[in-house]
């Protein structure tokens, strides 16, 4: 039976006159395509209404969140020196992340079905926490990376005369480990120095957290302590986090270095055959933080207390501003703490800050026992290294001096007297009677008028019966100013003693 196409009505005809073959075959064709068409369309509309590709999508988004913190956290672990993050540098840790934060971010964001603005917003949280993974989970250094063993049983096959693979880089135990992973050209400057300057003392830093606000004060800070004649040089590393600095040529001991730079901040690695170190910068010891109102007002019940905390800091300006504040003041309480951290800044090594010693000392010399014999071998010390470079010596610190058991007091001041005495006639007049046989001895051996005449006002207030012949010798002297200077101190010893004028006065 056929059907007719033009009228619908049926018919019956042999099977051999029906439609050729051919034609029938894409007749057929075509009612399969459209049959399959149906089909997708009739899955595509299950899958929508009963939402199976959004949740396909969250479940793939959670699961490269998952794989994501799993891979940076066991990275950075002790038991991940083996993973393949650890064998890319840095900024290719973050392409890494940022690729999977795309991924995941979007994924999320398609998960949404009716809430689609909360699901957007999801995905940019998702996308921001994993692209913030290299820097929560920070990836530990990989040994192949530094010189591993077996990298430095083959020296020869490297090729490297500086000997970057076989550095032996040696990872602190405990909490402590490298945040850096190095390229071959971040350390080389370093290693070029040691080859270079084999015999002048060559140390490195790689400080994590230096950058152009804190770095000239870096700088100072390491040139002082390291007690270098030449200036680091520094060299930044964009992209990695941290900066270079090479030191030479310095005379102290790699164990010194590393104390010195444990005080900048937390250590993580050290290598004492390179001498380098690497170092998580504390910034709260060089920046400064916003002004406190104890740190200016005298009557503030916190001043000494966070002028103390200043004193802590590695910015030699902050502790300059601290000391003199601290000097201004009367002590009252802390005097002991004060007084301790301030022989302890001047036990370390000054560099060539006369101000920064200067300032250092005369808070010490207010907040110190005079009868503390330390502090007495702390200011002598720094009273001497200023005489030594021509600087001027504060007053404050010579009156210190003369009220502790140090028998070399007066001799300082007696040697500064002689260079100015107008400046330290005072000084000496308040010794008393201990230097009275020094200044007798420049009386009758100096050439100088000027100190003559001082010397003899001086004996005029310390003098005892010793300085009267001496004086006396003074009293006919063509030097009109002297001879009334000897005269005026005669008269006033003689008082003093209980005797009469001098006949020469009368």
């Not at 399969?32 to 793939?60: D, N, P």
């Not at 913030?132 to 530094?146: C, D, G, M, T």
């Not at 004060?217 to 002082?224: H, P, Q, S």
């Not at 022989?343 to 920064?356: C, N």
Request: aromatic share 8%; net charge neutral; proline share 4%.
């Amino acid at each position: 039976m056929v059907n007719c196409s033009k009228c619908g009505h049926e018919f019956l005809c042999d099977r051999e006159k029906l439609i050729p073959k051919k034609p029938f075959a894409k007749a057929k064709k075509a009612i399969s395509v459209q049959h399959s068409q149906k089909t997708r369309e009739v899955i595509q509309s299950a899958l929508v209404e009963t939402g199976l590709i959004q949740l396909v999508c969250l479940c793939a988004s959670l699961f490269i969140v998952a794989g994501c913190v799993w891979l940076f956290y066991n990275a950075s672990s002790e038991m991940g020196s083996s993973s393949f993050l650890s064998m890319l540098q840095q900024p290719q840790q973050r392409s890494f992340a940022l690729f999977f934060a795309c991924l995941s971010g979007g994924l999320m964001a398609f998960a949404g079905r009716r809430h689609k603005f909360i699901f957007i917003l999801l995905g940019l949280l998702t996308a921001v926490g994993v692209a913030s993974l290299p820097f929560v989970y920070p990836v530990k250094v990989n040994p192949s990376l530094l010189g591993s063993h077996e990298g430095a049983a083959h020296p020869e096959e490297n090729g490297d005369v500086s000997g970057f693979i076989s550095s032996g880089l040696k990872q602190l135990p405990g909490e402590n480990g490298s945040v850096q992973n190095y390229g071959e050209g971040d350390l080389k400057p370093l290693f070029v120095a040691i080859d270079r300057k084999e015999d002048q003392g060559v140390l490195g830093v790689w400080v994590v957290g230096v950058n152009a606000a804190n770095r000239d004060m870096v700088k100072a800070y390491l040139k002082r302590m390291a007690q270098s004649e030449d200036e680091p040089i520094f060299y930044d590393r964009k992209g990695t986090g941290g900066g270079l600095f090479v030191i030479t040529p310095t005379p102290i001991t790699f164990k010194e270095f590393v104390d010195v730079i444990s005080k900048m901040g937390k250590v993580t690695l050290q290598d004492k055959e390179r001498f380098f170190v690497e170092v998580i910068l504390n910034r709260d010891k060089f920046e400064a933080r916003p002004a406190s109102a104890a740190l200016q007002d005298e009557r503030h019940q916190y001043f000494v207390l966070a002028n103390l905390k200043e004193l802590s800091c590695l910015d030699i300006r902050r502790v300059i501003a601290a000391a003199k504040r601290l000097a201004s003041v009367d002590p009252e309480k802390m005097r002991h703490e004060v007084s301790a951290k301030l022989v302890e800044l001047l036990r370390e090594p000054w560099g060539r800050d006369a101000e920064y010693v200067t300032a250092l000392a005369s808070a010490l010399v207010v907040w110190a026992d005079p009868a503390d014999a330390e502090a007495q071998r702390v200011v002598y010390y720094v009273a001497t290294e200023l005489k030594k470079a021509d600087c001027e010596i504060p007053a404050s610190l010579v009156r210190f001096l003369l009220r502790g058991p140090e028998e070399k007091s007066f001799a300082l001041l007696l040697d500064e007297w002689k260079k100015d005495p107008q400046k330290w006639e005072e000084e000496c007049k308040a010794a008393g009677p201990t230097g009275e046989a020094a200044i007798i001895k420049v009386l009758n051996e100096s050439d100088d008028f000027v100190l003559k005449r001082s010397a003899a006002r001086i004996l005029g207030e310390i003098g005892s019966e010793a300085s009267l012949s001496a004086l006396k010798a003074f009293v006919g002297d063509a030097d009109n100013e002297l001879r009334l200077c000897s005269e005026l101190s005669l008269n006033l010893i003689e008082k003093r003693l209980g005797r009469g004028a001098s006949p020469a006065v009368r």
